[in-house]
């Protein structure tokens, strides 16, 4: 509407000209047309003046309600991309206010010793493989809240398209496997096995599973791949000292609901 009138103001002249056009033409033309005697019997009008004038004005009126109609569907169309973008808006906000997300932002592989495994309540270990004793293999995924709200994590799974090889639930001396972020925190789960069995997952992709919550305690099943393209003790010098590359890929979410029978079903998200 606003652009409509911007233009009324700029053509004004012209468009009071165009508009004392129309309406004093036909009427010029009519009053010729009714003062001229052609001397043919068939262009004699079988209608008086006052009924073609009646005539006109109808169809200017009709041209006058279709122009209207074109700007009110334009109106409609910008009403309807002003009201989409309003939507995304919503759904970004809906993203960084509501639904939870952990990011992978950091990765790191070190040996641990049983001592540590037992008595270290405040690591998140979680054993995914074959360990006994002597010094285990860690691999520890940092995650990052990067919503704008609290969030909570929970380790599910991993799983391989190996099926020999299933990232468990294992945990020694820890009473929950969950963790609770604040906006920009981060902490970390620490996957251990045997330091063979560590390097047996290069290059295989491993699916894991995160169970979110948001502040309203909605619950969220978050999945990531992860891809171990490097873990190897023979890259430093450093006795010890491990060298570890992973990619970390192929997000998705949803969000737990009840349907109409009580039951939880899963519903995918668009990130």
Known sequence: MREVLETLKKHKKKIILTTFICFITPLLIIHCLFKWYSGFEFLVAEWTAGELLGYVGTMLSFVGTVVLGVLALQASQKANKLSEKVIDLEKDKYRLE???FALVSNWKAYEIEREQLLNDPRGKYIQIGEYKTGKALGLEIELTNTAE???????GRGKSENKEIAWG??????ENLKMTLAPGDKDSFIFYASPEFMTEL??????????????FSKRYKETFVVIITSLSDKI?????KWHCNLFAQEYTIGRFEKDENG????????L
């Open 98 to 100: 509501l639904r939870p």
């Open 169 to 174: 639930k294992v945990a020694i001396n820890q």
């Open 149 to 155: 709200s609290c969030i909570t994590v929970e380790y």
């Open 263 to 270: 039951d939880t079903i899963y519903i995918s998200e668009e």
């Open 236 to 240: 430093s010098k450093i006795p010890g």
């Open 202 to 215: 290069i290059s295989q992709r491993v699916t894991i599973e995160l169970y979110l919550e948001n502040r």
